[in-house]
C-alpha cells in the first residue's frame, strides 16, 4: 500500500539469518568486543575472539569481567591468534579500533563466507560503507555503543558504567531501513545476555547523535589534554563544545537528519551528571594509539562537504588532531 | 587641494614633540624594552627604565647585552621601581606585555604630563587605544616590532636576531595618519641608536600584517605544543595555517586593508628559512606566564566581528587559548 517496489526490491535483498542458533564471532577483543562476547558465550552462544595478543591468556585462564558489583569468568575461551583458525560465523561483531579497519577485507570473507553478516560496533561514521566494500551492502548492520570500559590486563576488562547498543541496519547510502528481522535476531540475542538494546530505523540517525557528543568531547580532550569534567566546568571550553555540536548538527542537516536543541541539551546535562572521564580518544593518545581521526572527526566532515556544507571548526579540529596524532604515534620506539 | 577640512584640523591637534633632545622612558624593561633603550641610552640619550624586579640589579651591575658579536654592558643604568620616582619624559616607549596593559593608566600619566607621548611597542591590535583611553587619541604612536630577544637573567638581555620596528602614528579609529613630523623625530633618534626603522602611513596595516604571523603561530605553538619548525613540516599544521591566514586577511579586509596573497607567501617563505623558533607566546605558555590572547586574537577577533565578519577558526583559536591560559596560570602556586 503505497509502498515503492524498487525499495522493497531493494529489502529483499537483504540477507537474513536462517540458522536456529546464531554463531558469533568477535574481531577485535579489546574492552567493548570482550565484554559483549563474553556476555553473549556466558548464554551458550557460540562466540569466537580472535585477538592480536592475547590468545594465550584467553585460552589458560579465561577472560575476566569486573564491574561494581564483582567479577565473573568465562572459562573456555574460544580464542584465536589467526582467522584461518577460526570456525565459519553467522555474525561477525567487529569491535576493532577504525584505525585497523584496513583489515576488514582480510578478516571478514573467511568468518562470513558469502551469509555472514557483519555487525560493526564501531565509533564515528562511515565504517558500516568500509565492511559493505568487502562483503555487498546488504550485509551489514550497525550498532553505536555506549560503554565506559578498559581492558586494564590481558584477559581482565574493567566495565565502568553504561553499555548500552543502539541497533540499526545499513543499507545503499545509509538510507533509513526500518526495522528489519535480522536485527531484532541479533537483538533477541543481546538482550538474553543481559545487554541493553535500542533499534533504531535509522543507523545514519543514531551515528550523527552520538558524534553530537564524540566530536567536541573527544576531540578537544586530546587537543587540550583535558577530561570531560575539566572542559564542562571552563566557559571557554563550554563555548567550543557548543559550537562543534552546532557543526555537527549541520553536518547532519546536510544528510538529511535532525539533531534537536532539546537533544544536544539533554547530551550537555547528561555530561555534567557524568564522574571526571578521559574519552577514548584521549586514552588513545595517552596509550600512543593512533587516534580515531577519521572515523569520528574526518569522515563525518566528509559527509558534509560532499553535500556541500563547509564545517570550518571541525576542520580546524580535525587537522589539530591529524597533528598531534602523527607526532604522537611516530614518536613511540615501535 | 582636495583635503578635508576637518581632518587637517584634526591632524593639527596632534601633540608635537619640540624639546631639542627628546627625554626618554621604557615602561617594562623586558627584552624588548631593555634591548632598544639601553641602544638609546647608549648614544647619550636620557632614557629612565621601569622595572617590576630588576631594578637593584641593574642600578648596580648595569645593563648587559649579548649578541653574536659579543657582550656589551650599559652602566648607570637610570632604573625605576615605581613610576613616582621617575623624572618627566617626552616618550614612553611601552613594552609592557599586553596582559599588563590595565597599569597604564596608573603609569602614563605621571610620567608624560599634559604633553608627552606614549610609542607603544607591543603585540596585537588595539593597544594604542588603551593608551588613548588614558592619554587622549593625539598623544600615541605606534611600532611593530620584529625582535628575536630574552632576558636570560635579571641585567642580562640575549639579543638573538632581527630587531626592525615599523613606526606608525596613531589617530581615532586607526585612519591612516601619514608619516608624521613626530615620528620623523622618534626614527631619527632610533636609526642614530643602530636600530633599523621603517617608517609606515598606516599603523592599522603594519598591525594586520604582523597578525598574519602572530596569529596562527603564536596560536597553533601553544595549542599544539610545537615550535615553528615542527608546525612548517606537518601537512596538517601547514592547513591550520593556511587557514588562520585566510582568516586575518578576511578580517584585515573588514578593516578596509589588504594582505596580499604575495605578502602571505613571503611570510611562509621567511618562516622556511627560520631556524626552530618558540614563539612569545610559547615562552609565556611554558614559563606560566599570562598569555597575550587578547591583544593577538581577541582584539582582531573583536575588529572583525564588529564590522560584520566571523572568523570560526580564529574564534576556536581564541577559546582554546583562553581555556589553556586560565590552566596554566591558575596551576602556579603563587
Redesign the interface.
Given at each position: 500500500m503505497g509502498e515503492n517496489p524498487r525499495k522493497l526490491a531493494s529489502i529483499r535483498k537483504i540477507v537474513t539469518l536462517t540458522r536456529e542458533r546464531l554463531r558469533y564471532a568477535v574481531v577485535g577483543t579489546g574492552a567493548l568486543g570482550g565484554l559483549y562476547g563474553a556476555r553473549l558465550a556466558r548464554k551458550g552462544h557460540s562466540v569466537a575472539f580472535l585477538t592480536r595478543r592475547d590468545g594465550e591468556v584467553l585460552r589458560s585462564r579465561g577472560l575476566t569481567i569486573r564491574d561494581s558489583t564483582g567479577e565473573w569468568t568465562l572459562t573456555d575461551v574460544a580464542a584465536y591468534d589467526r582467522v584461518d583458525e577460526m570456525p565459519p560465523v553467522d555474525v561477525a561483531i567487529v569491535a576493532l579500533k577504525t584505525t585497523q579497519n584496513h583489515l576488514l577485507e582480510t578478516l571478514l570473507p573467511p568468518l562470513l563466507g558469502s551469509t555472514g553478516i557483519a555487525l560493526m560496533l564501531q565509533n564515528g561514521l562511515d565504517v558500516e560503507a568500509q565492511a559493505a566494500a568487502v562483503l555487498g551492502r546488504d550485509r551489514v548492520v550497525g550498532g553505536v555503543c555506549f560503554l565506559c570500559a578498559a581492558k586494564v590486563a590481558p584477559g581482565l576488562i574493567h566495565h565502568i558504567d553504561y553499555g548500552k547498543i543502539i541497533l540499526g541496519d545499513y543499507g545503499k547510502g545509509y538510507g533509513p531501513r526500518g526495522i528489519t528481522e535480522r536485527l531484532r535476531r541479533i537483538a533477541r540475542d543481546f538482550e538474553a545476555a543481559d545487554l541493553e538494546i535500542e533499534l533504531c530505523e535509522d543507523l545514519l540517525l543514531a551515528r550523527w547523535r552520538k558524534l553530537a557528543w564524540n566530536v567536541p568531547f573527544n576531540g578537544l580532550s586530546v587537543?587540550?589534554d583535558?577530561a570531560t569534567d575539566?572542559?564542562m566546568a571552563?566557559?571557554?571550553?563550554r563555548?567550543?563544545i557548543d559550537?562543534l555540536m552546532v557543526e555537527v548538527t549541520q553536518g547532519a542537516a546536510a544528510c538529511g537528519r535532525e539533531l534537536t536543541a532539546a537533544f544536544l541539551a539533554e547530551l550537555m546535562a547528561l555530561t555534567e551528571t557524568m564522574p571526571p572521564y578521559k574519552t577514548s580518544m584521549k586514552l588513545d593518545f595517552d596509550g600512543r594509539r593512533p587516534l580515531e581521526v577519521e572515523a569520528i572527526v574526518g569522515a563525518p566532515l566528509r559527509m558534509a562537504a560532499a553535500r556541500g556544507v563547509a564545517l570550518?571548526?571541525m576542520?580546524?579540529?580535525?587537522?589539530?588532531l591529524?597533528?598531534?596524532d602523527?607526532?604522537n604515534v611516530g614518536s613511540v620506539i615501535q
Open positions: 587537543v587540550l583535558a575539566e572542559l571552563d566557559g571557554a571550553a563555548s567550543l559550537a570550518p571548526q576542520e580546524m579540529l580535525y587537522r589539530q591529524k597533528f598531534l602523527a607526532r
